[in-house]
Structure formats: C-alpha cells, structure tokens
C-alpha cells in the first residue's frame, strides 16, 4: 500500500501552495486531484483563436519587486514568482450604477485614491484619510497576527494595534458610519463588496478595509498566460520538491479511526495510508459524503455555515478591439443600486440579478488575444441557490436568456456595443462549477462572510476549530479560515500546510 | 497614532465587543441544527445530468443504415441531455488494446434526457469501426462519456439560419439537429446540403426524405452521380446561392478536403470568421519512415514501457499497449489528454492548440502528437 506522510485532496490555489509547504517541511506528499489539471477555478480554455482566463480578475497584493505584496512574498517563499510572466493592472475600478447617476474610476495609491474621491465627492477627504488609517493598523495587525501564528499577545494588540481591536466586531458600515463618510464616498468605496461575497451591513470591516488597502496600495498584476500559468508553476514546483501530483484522481473516502486520519480512498479502488489530509473542498463534501460515522458536534458545526455566492461567468470572444467596440477600462462593477443590502437581495433570483463583475483583459495585456480582437469575461454570483429550481430540460433557454441580460446590461451601462462581434462565447452557471470543482451548489464563494463567521473569528478560532474536527484534517481554500479569493486561498494552503508541517511533527 | 477609532459612547465597549467574536462563533457553531449533512444538490444532480461521469453503457439496438455504416443506439443508466451536434466518446477493450473513439451523436437531445438513450452512427472505416461493425452486438458493454465540443446552434453569436454542409459521415450531427428541430429541443432555421458520391451512399435517405418542417430544408449534392432530384457535383457557391438568401453561419461537418473546398466557396460569397464554424477531425497517422520508439509512461505511481510507431500519435500507441488513459477530441484542441512531456522529442499534427503555459511549461497533448524519438511522459489515469 503507498504511504505518504499527507495528502492534499483537491488541486486548486490552496491545495496546490499546500503541498509545496508541506514538502519545504520535508514531509513525503501526494496531492490527488479529480480534474484533468491543476488549480480548480483558476486555469484557461480554448474556444477557437481565444484562450480564457477562467476566473482571475487581477491577482491582488501582489506588488512590485520594490514594493511586494503579501503574495509575492509568499510566492517567493515558495519558490515559484519567477516561473511566472506577469503584467501590471492599469486601475483600481470603475464602478457605474446608472439608475443612481454613479460612474467612477478609481486608480491606484492611497493619495491619487483620496485625491479622485475629493473630485467626486466633495468633502471625502477626511474620512478617507481615516479609512485609510484604519486599514493601514489593520494590515499591520494581521501581519504581526500571522508572524506568531494565530497566537496573539493581548497586550501588544491593545498597545500597537488598538484600533484593529475596536473596529473589529464591526461591520463595513458600522464602521463607515462611524467616521462620517459621505453616502456617495461609501458607494464608491464600497463597489469591491461583491468579490467578497457578503452585503455591507453583514461585512467584516477588517475583512473589507484589509482587502482595499492591499488592493489600493500594491496594485495587482495578472499571469500573462492566464492563471493557468501560476497553477502549473505550483504544480511545477511540487515536482520538483519531490512530490507526486495525480490528476484524473478524485478521493472518494477519508479514513478515520480513533486516532484521526488513517487514508483516502481513490476512485479506481486504490487506498493510501496517512495520518494527515488537507481537503482543498467544502467541509460539507468531506462530512457529508467522505467520511464515515462523522461525530455530531462536526455535523453541527457544519450546519451552522451558509453557502456564499453561486458563481455564473459568461466568456467574450470578440472580433474587434477594446478601441473599435468603445471598451474603455479593465475592471469594471456595474450595480442596480450602490445600497449592497438591496443589491444583495436582487442577487437571489436568476430573474432580478443584473449585477456583473466585468474584465476586458486587453485592456491589462493588450497582446492577449489576437490583433483586431479582444477578449472580456463577465461574473456574477447568486446568493441562493436558484440556480437548483431550473431544469436540465429548461437549462440550455435559461442559459441563452441569461446570457442577453448580460451584454444588454453591459452595453446599456457603458454605451459599448458588443452584441454584434461575438466571436466565441461560453457561459459558465452553477452547473458547471458544480461540475469541474464539485462544489455543492456550484458555490464558488466558499462560505459566507457573515458577520459572525467572518475573517476574525475564523482566524481567533483557527486552532480551536481543529481540536474540534478530526486529527490530522484540515483544509485549504475558499471554504476555510482564509475566505475565498484567490490570494486568501493561497495563504489558506500556506497556513494549513505550515500547521500540517507542525502536526505531523507533534503527532506523527 | 492619530486617531482613536470610537464607536460607541465608551471606547472600552468597542473592545469588549471583539472578545465576544469567538464567543458568538463558538454559540453558533455548538447550536447548529444536527440534521444530517445533505450527500448531494439540486444543482449537482442537474449538472450530473448535463455533464455525467463515464457511463458504463448497454448497446441495445443496432441498425444497417447503408452498406458500411450502422447507427448503434445504447441505454444509459442515467438521464442526460446535450445540444443537437455534440460529440460522445465510445470506448471499450478489444483484445489488449483499451480504445476509444469520439463521434457525433446521432439521436435528439430529448431521447437521451427523457428514454436515457443514445445512437451514435459510424461508418466503417478504421480499427475501432470494424470492430463495432462487425463484432459488435446487443447485450455488449461500452463505457460512454459525453456530452463534448461546441458544434452546436450558438442563438447568441450565429445568425438564426443555419446553413448546414454535410460530407459524408459528416451527417451525423445535423441528423441529431434535425431531430431536435422537430422536437423542439432545438429552435433555428437550417438548410442542409448533404454531399455524397452516389445517392447510395446517402446514410439516413429515406428518414430525410420524411422530414416534413417548415424550418428544415434538405439538399442532396452527389459528386459521382447525376439524376433527377440531386444536385450535382461538389457543394459549391453556386449550388448554395441556388437555395439560401440572406445572412446565415455556416456549419460544416466532413472530410478536411471538404473544409477546403467549402471555406473558399463561401468565403466567395462574403462568408467568413465567425460566420464559418468546423467540426474537427480526428487526427489521422502519418506517412513516415517505418520506425519505432520507446515510451515511458507514469501514470500515478506505475510506470509502463510501451512500443510508439512513429506513424501512430502518442495516445494510439499507449491505447494500443493497453494503457488505460485520457482521450476525448482526438484532434488536439480538447486538453483532456494534456500529459507532462519529462523527455524526448515530439512534432504536433497540424496546428499547436495547446494553452499558452502548457508549451510553457512542457505539456503535450498525446492525441495529435507523433514520437520523433524515445519519450517520457506523465499521464494522467485514463
């Protein structure tokens, strides 16, 4: 029978940085992974002269040489940013909500960002420098958080970083509030909410103002080859480490005993022998269906947790340029309402969700796609799972309707008219992540950043929520301590592969 | 520090707010519902139907469509839908060999979604369509996957007229379209011109002379033949211009010299890029000096040492060995067989369709690559 001293189930961001930081600990790996190919969400595909990003925007707090983010440091860590080409974002945002008369442009640099907020908003100033402040102690705090593992000292925290200790149980708009930011400065600022997932009522400030200062201070950059690149640079790596990497490979059960983890069975019959798993996949696919006999405070506990976003992401090819088609930004957030509760409701239902997250990446990298054409993807998420009241039968008309709201929405919004150079185009629903990642629901989101399962808790209850599981088990990705996103996936793969590392020293 | 963030009337309740985070997680996580753990989704089973996993499949009816092709249907032990023009993989043991084939599937969606079954038709002509031909019968197990490509009506992207050309066995999908049509699982115009030799060799005749619908509009053009009824000669501009106004796309489905042909007969009439959409071939072995290579494959923790004729691509040599592994489009542009080139030398049939990081960073794809040495390869399980 083989033997490893871990398996990583499940290849995607956090698998994949995962199993690199298990084999820098020295431990003897195998990562198993049911797909044809690495990273999960993030890879490309191919519909005639285009190849797709599949789901990266912009890889945030990423940085420069001279001024690097967190996951370029993490990256160099393991080994792998010069595997990869990477190009610069142009901008921070545009964020437009006609029905409320907003369109803003937000660039990079906290300065340049007060600056343009001033323009837009009269009156701004001070309450942004403040956001900023904030945000500046609450990346400072999370930094030292990490340096001790989890394991903070009370003291130090309310002496250097009291402010993160006094924002922190509250939410986005609490918060906001709090510091007298004007209604439109809060729109403009706020546009970001949906790549997290939750309303800015319901919102981890610190989740929120974390991610904006990394974002607004170090910039993003993009994989020239599309996030598949980074996945088969991770990939690369942990062959190079000595690690096996199996593709076509699902795990079908974990084993457990009274000790914990004792192997993963794979389909095709195969068993291997461990002590220590990190599933890179949902806590409800692991105690629903992998493991047998799961104890009730664990099937508890997983019932307490609510599904965030249902991902759905239509492709462009387009036979024309960014220039010809009038496709004027990179990145942009077009919104019914800049009211994100409201928002959030509308984003229930296939009838009433408009809202969309939208790249043209030719606008990054303008080499792209071919000359004369350019390339967009469009994303929306679904935060209930309407998605499961369709059909199969109905399936493929939903799909094409859907597919018309989108372009109408962007085109009415932007005044670019796309419909009719529509080269290629792939719509990606719930159904298809729920296919390619198994994720239940197609949820691409994790769960959901609520309130009280937010950023902070789960990192103040990152060791507690292991004694509480299975010995030997943890977990990697968007559905674990980190949230979701691509950077948080990464350093979820970091911590649980440093804090396997340290297990199997503790426990064999 | 500049500021001191203040939210409520005494700072100190800020803070003591942030101790009881882990206190309010702590609650929810213990007081949970201990309802069993759901094993599936609404939307999982859907997409199991929309996308199944490898079907082991039952062969349940077979007819001679002509004298070299029949139409095998199977029954699936699932429900499944598609798109009118999709392809299914066919797979099975033959000897020692493991083997699989991608053809269009022939039936309409909706026999697949409501009766779960499938008919792929297949003309005679290589290793795995004798088989099928000749040794194949009811009762006999395949493993089906399905459904693949994008061969199909996009009401987004192509004009509402399809123009369809049919060479050959090429028929296969736009028979599935027409059924669709008349079923309703498909809606759009189509005027099909279906080029063979001789009206002999027109598979599915007598249903298509049946077809009775005012969106379908059928066509025969025989090269080798000359009678009432029949176009004559090759599918040109002339002979389409005779049956087709206005905007269309046009779909083709048949021999690469076909493609040829066609593309430039269209492009002719002003017909081109987005407007001309190709099924692929299979790609076929190559004319070369006899010669045969050796081939390491890892495929998880084994490693075989097979035979590659460097006439063969590097998937039918590990088929042919028996190796159990990935193969779907046959044609390169799928990635499914995408496998980790360790060592060794390789040319691509025809076009490199691979992603971009793939040549990067050494990846092939098995199905349209022919060995030009000995080679090492990880390949993912089959």
């Not at chain 1, 998605?387 to 962007?410: L, P």
């Not at chain 2, 839908?81 to 039936?107: C, E, M, W």
């Not at chain 2, 959409?277 to 998880?300: F, G, M, W």
Request: include cysteine; aromatic fraction near 12%.
């Amino acid at each position: 029978m083989d033997k490893y001293d871990a398996v990583v189930i499940g290849g995607g961001n956090g698998g994949l940085v995962a199993a690199i930081r298990l084999l820098q600990g020295g431990a003897k790996v195998l990562l198993v992974e049911k797909h044809n190919l690495p990273g999960g969400f993030a890879t490309s595909f191919k519909r005639g002269r285009f190849e797709f990003e599949a789901s990266l925007h912009e890889l945030n707090d990423f940085g420069t040489k001279d001024n690097a983010g967190d996951v370029r440091d993490l990256f160099d860590a393991l080994g792998v940013t010069d595997k990869i080409d990477w190009t610069e974002i142009p901008e921070a945002y545009r964020v437009i909500s006609r029905e409320e008369k907003i369109d803003a442009t937000m660039p990079f640099g906290i300065k340049a960002f007060i600056d343009k907020m001033e323009s837009y908003v009269p009156g701004s100033r001070r309450s942004m420098e403040k956001f900023f402040e904030l945000a500046k102690t609450i990346h400072a705090a999370q930094a030292y958080s990490n340096s001790v593992n989890g394991a903070t000292d009370k003291k130090v925290m309310l002496s250097k970083y009291a402010n993160f200790v006094r924002v922190g149980s509250y939410s986005v708009n609490e918060v906001l509030d709090a510091l007298k930011m004007p209604k439109k400065a809060k729109d403009i600022l706020n546009a970001y909410w949906c790549y997290l997932g939750a309303h800015c009522d319901d919102l981890s400030f610190i989740h929120y103002a974390s991610m904006v200062y990394r974002y607004i201070t170090k910039g993003a950059s993009m994989p020239k080859m599309r996030s598949h690149e980074i996945s088969l640079a991770l990939v690369e790596r942990i062959r190079e480490l000595g690690g096996d990497v199996w593709f076509n490979t699902e795990a079908v059960k974990i084993l457990t005993g009274n000790d914990g983890i004792e192997g993963v069975v794979l389909n095709g019959g195969k068993t291997i022998q461990t002590r220590h798993v990190i599933a890179n996949c949902a806590p409800h696919l692991v105690y629903g269906k992998m493991i047998d006999n799961v104890p009730e405070r664990i099937v508890k506990a997983t019932n307490a947790r609510k599904f965030a976003g249902r991902g759905l992401t239509m492709f462009l090819g387009l036979n024309k340029s960014a220039d010809e088609l009038g496709i004027e930004n990179h990145n942009y957030f077009l919104y019914d309402t800049m009211d994100s509760k409201k928002q959030y409701e509308l984003m229930k239902k296939i009838s009433t969700n408009k809202v969309q997250a939208t790249v043209c990446l030719n606008r990054a990298y303008p080499e792209c796609s071919p000359k004369g054409t350019c390339m967009m993807y469009f994303t929306t998420l679904f935060m209930e799972d309407d998605w499961g009241n369709v059909s199969a039968k109905d399936y493929f008309k939903v799909k094409d309707e859907y597919v018309k709201v989108m372009i109408d929405r962007f085109e009415k919004d932007t005044g670019s008219k796309i419909s009719d150079s529509i080269e290629e185009i792939s719509l990606a629903t719930p159904m298809t992540y729920a296919h390619y990642c198994g994720h239940p629901e197609g949820d691409i989101y994790g769960y959901e950043s609520q309130y009280w399962d937010g950023l902070t808790p789960r990192l103040l209850m990152m060791n507690e929520d292991y004694q509480n599981g299975i010995r030997g088990l943890r977990f990697a990705g968007g559905y674990s301590m980190r949230l979701s996103g691509y950077s948080s996936a990464y350093f979820s793969g970091d911590i649980s592969g440093r804090q396997t590392v340290g297990d199997i020293k503790r426990e064999g | 520090m500049a500021f001191r963030f203040k939210k409520q009337i005494f700072g100190f309740m800020d803070l003591i707010r942030f101790t009881k985070l882990v206190d309010k997680r702590r609650a929810k996580l213990e007081n949970a519902p201990a309802t069993p753990l759901p094993v599936t989704y609404r939307v999982n089973e859907t997409a199991k139907i929309l996308h199944p996993a490898p079907l082991t499949v039952k062969l349940v009816g077979i007819v001679k469509d002509s004298p070299d092709t029949k139409t095998y249907t199977f029954e699936l032990p699932q429900k499944a839908f598609f798109r009118a023009g999709q392809y299914a993989v066919l797979r099975a043991k033959i000897g020692d060999s493991l083997v699989s084939r991608p053809y269009a599937i022939s039936s309409s969606p909706y026999t697949a979604l409501n009766d779960g079954k499938v008919s792929l038709t297949i003309k005679k002509s290589g290793y795995f369509s004798s088989y099928m031909f000749d040794k194949a019968k009811e009762g006999d197990e395949f493993t089906l996957s399905l459904p693949f490509g994008n061969f199909f009506y996009e009401s987004v992207k192509d004009c509402p007229h399809i123009v369809g050309i049919a060479g050959g066995s090429g028929i296969t999908p736009f028979y599935s379209m027409i059924k669709g049509i008349e079923e309703g699982s498909e809606d759009f115009k189509l005027t099909l011109f279906y080029g063979a030799k001789t009206a002999n060799d027109l598979v599915f005749k007598d249903e298509l002379d049946k077809v009775s619908n005012d969106k379908i509009k059928i066509v025969y053009v025989l090269s080798d033949e000359k009678s009432d009824g029949y176009e004559n000669g090759f599918i040109s501009a002339d002979i389409i211009k005779k049956y087709v106004d206005g905007d269309f796309t046009a779909m083709l489905c048949g021999p690469n010299a076909m493609y040829n042909f066609v593309d430039a007969e269209l492009a002719k009439m002003g017909v081109s890029g987005k407007f001309v959409k190709h099924e692929a071939n299979c790609t076929a072995s190559r004319d070369v000096k006899p010669k045969t290579y050796k081939l390491t494959v890892h495929i998880q923790d084994e490693v075989y040492t097979v035979e590659a004729d460097a006439a063969d691509t590097i998937l039918t040599s590990m088929e042919r060995a028996g190796l159990s592994v990935p193969a779907r489009c046959r044609a390169g542009g799928c990635g499914f067989c995408h496998s980790k080139l360790v060592s060794g030398k390789f040319s691509i049939a025809g076009a490199d369709k691979r992603r971009l990081a793939d040549s990067k960073f050494g990846y092939i794809h098995p199905c349209c690559s022919y060995p030009d040495s000995d080679m090492e390869l990880i390949v993912p399980r089959g």
